[in-house]
Nanobody, 124 residues
Framework: QVHLVESGGGLVQTGASLRLSCAAS????????MGWFRQAPGKEREFVTA????????IYADSVKGRFTISRDNAKNTVYLQMNSLKAEDTAVYYC?????????????????WGPGTQVTVSS
């Protein structure tokens, strides 16, 4: 059974940094695209970023481009999200997700396995 578990969330002030981790088990990690989504209170879940199976292709939402960096360590079955220059509008529950293939993807429907999420709160 596939499991994704996020960690690293917390409460920070505007301008701070956080690094989220997502540990995967029960799958052949290095053949799948992995992504991060987020959901703020009262809003729909939105795409943040994704990285293909090899790590040589990434895609970002415009709202985080230049501030967030996704990376992966296939030897550790882990994907990371480095978040810098955090803003109040980044406050959300952040979800790690596995795509159905190894090709880059950004639509929620292209991902079939989700972690329980980790809360990120940015105070202004």
């Amino acid at each position: 059974q596939v499991h994704l578990v996020e960690s690293g969330g917390g409460l920070v002030q505007t301008g701070a940094s956080l690094r989220l981790s997502c540990a995967a088990s029960g799958l052949t990690f290095n053949i799948y695209t992995m992504g991060w989504f987020r959901q703020a209170p009262g809003k729909e879940r939105e795409f943040v970023t994704a990285i293909n199976w090899s790590g040589d292709s990434t895609i970002y939402a415009d709202s985080v481009k230049g501030r967030f960096t996704i990376s992966r360590d296939n030897a550790k079955n882990t994907v990371y999200l480095q978040m810098n220059s955090l803003k109040a509008e980044d406050t959300a529950v952040y979800y790690c997700a596995r795509a159905r293939t190894g090709r880059i993807a950004s639509m929620a429907g292209q991902f079939d396995t989700w972690g329980p999420g980790t809360q990120v709160t940015v105070s202004s």
